[in-house]
């Protein structure tokens, strides 16, 4: 069974530019989830989709979306990108999305974003 | 909403039992405790979960005391392998994933 995939693995960008990261989950999985992860501030929820529906966001600003394909994979976008938005982005898919208080997050190995 | 507290890092000895404590004092009542383990450019892979008492697989445990407020994950005979992230992380998963919160990270570093 495949693991969650996420696309590019790396990728350079400039300041003002915009990126595209995309994420397909291990199948049957209907919850996909985004996360930051920089040195300062460590791993922060960025958003969690559903049945292509947004549940949840976190606390980042609006240049930061997402969206859900019918097939669960996952694209999160990041525009007018500044220098502080270099991270490691990570994908994660759940199977449980609903009705269940536990769960397991799979997650993929990330895209490696620099901005100069 | 649950936050937790982690050791920055810690240091072992190869074949050492490891016990990395969170702490959680706001951890409500639907909350479940997980364990992950993070390497180096790599996503973060699943330990143990658990909600209370004690949990045990095939690579480690994990004690919950009666109050919830804390974790302990426990390694038994930690090895070289096992240096790395381990992050504690407090929430439940019923409303989705924005009611999880990471910890800090205790970085383990497992010496010959």
């Known amino acids: 069974k495949a693991g969650v995939t996420q696309t590019p693995r790396y990728l350079i960008k400039t300041r003002g530019q915009q990126v595209t990261l995309s994420c397909s989950p291990i199948s049957g999985h209907r919850s996909v989830s985004w996360y930051q992860q920089t040195p300062g501030q460590g791993l922060q929820f960025l958003f969690e989709y559903f049945s292509e529906t947004q549940r949840n966001k976190g606390n980042f600003p609006g240049r930061f979306s997402g969206r859900q394909f019918s097939n669960s994979r996952s694209e999160m976008n990041v525009s007018t990108l500044e220098l502080g938005d270099s991270a490691l982005y990570l994908c994660?898919?759940?199977?449980?999305?609903?009705?269940?208080?536990?769960?397991?997050?799979?997650f993929g190995e990330g895209s490696r974003l620099t901005v100069l | 909403l649950a936050k937790t507290t982690q050791p920055i890092s810690m240091d072992s000895y190869e074949g050492q039992e490891v016990n990395i404590t969170c702490s959680h004092n706001?951890?409500?009542?639907?909350?479940?405790i997980t364990w992950y383990q993070q390497f180096p450019s790599q996503g973060p892979r699943f330990i143990i979960q658990?909600?209370?008492t004690k949990v045990t697989n095939e690579v480690a445990s994990l004690f919950i005391p009666a109050d919830r407020k804390s974790s302990t994950l426990s390694l038994p005979r930690v090895s070289l392998s096992d240096t790395a992230v381990y992050y504690c992380l407090v929430g439940e998963y019923q409303t989705g994933a924005n009611n999880l919160f990471f910890g800090t990270g205790t970085r383990l570093t497992v010496i010959p």
């Open positions: 994660a898919s759940m199977l449980h999305g609903q009705g269940r208080s536990s769960g397991e997050l799979f």
């Open positions: 706001n951890i409500a009542t639907n909350d479940y």
């Open positions: 658990g909600y209370k």
